[in-house]
């Protein structure tokens, strides 16, 4: 479904020039659940900005459902992370002057795929367990309640690949383990999930795990998804 295939991104600094990002290759297929983990530095967040199409790398091809990203204009990738990518960002990227509802529908007024944009919205705050707090306001909201409006809204155009940067940093046990389920039944229903984490407790819900050093991506731990779900239940 997805593939990026030696990934490069180049920066300068003090008339010195690094890798970021360097040869980084990756395949995702349809519900996997992909986890990568890495010290702050070590080029995670820059890897989730090319992969979105956010950033363009120095060199390298990213092809997706056999689309190359250098062949996009900047209207035909901005169409397809509104339709088939969504990217839930490190930092709070809620509106708020927006309620809940309307933060979540948000996605509708660029890509007016939902004949019931509120039905839908109504529908995903149910999944993420927020449903009552449709009215209300984000300055009024937990730091675990934004991030599932982010989630929520990242899920409203049903994406055929969600991009996640450290969705439960700074968050409870309970609330990350919540999250880390909702993913896992996203992931079920056949949409893939790539997210970045500093928490090895989130990052073992992945059926294939990376770590990121220096730019560099290795591949840590894989499962099939039959043999993660198979350890999940038995955890449970």
């Not at 088939?84 to 795929?113: A, D, E, G």
């Not at 039905?119 to 367990?129: H, I, K, N």
Request: charged share 20%; with cysteine; glycine share 6%.
């Amino acid at each position: 479904m997805f593939e990026a295939i030696g990934l490069k991104k180049e920066y300068e600094r003090d008339n010195m020039s690094f890798f970021a990002v360097n040869d980084v290759s990756i395949h995702i297929d349809k519900g996997e659940f992909i986890c990568v983990t890495g010290r702050s530095g070590s080029g995670k967040s820059t890897l989730l900005n090319i992969l979105a199409g956010m950033s363009s790398p120095t060199s390298g091809e990213i092809v997706f459902r056999g689309r190359k990203y250098s062949s996009l204009t900047d209207k035909e990738l901005s169409a397809l992370r509104g339709t088939k990518i969504s990217y839930i960002m490190q930092r709070m990227s809620v509106l708020s002057n927006f309620t809940v509802l309307q933060n979540v529908t948000l996605p509708h007024f660029f890509n007016k795929w939902h004949s019931n944009p509120e039905g839908r919205a109504r529908f995903l705050l149910e999944q993420v367990e927020i449903h009552h707090l449709a009215r209300q306001y984000p300055p009024s909201l937990s730091d675990g309640e934004i991030r599932r409006v982010s989630i929520a809204r990242a899920l409203f155009n049903s994406p055929e690949l969600l991009i996640a940067d450290e969705p439960t940093s700074d968050l409870d046990d309970e609330t990350t383990l919540g999250i880390m389920r909702l993913f896992e039944s996203v992931v079920d229903t056949g949409t893939s999930v790539l997210m970045v984490t500093h928490d090895s407790s989130a990052a073992s819900f992945g059926n294939r795990r990376y770590v990121m050093n220096s730019g560099v991506l290795n591949v840590l731990t894989q499962t099939s998804h039959t043999e993660k779900a198979a350890s999940t239940l038995i955890n449970q």
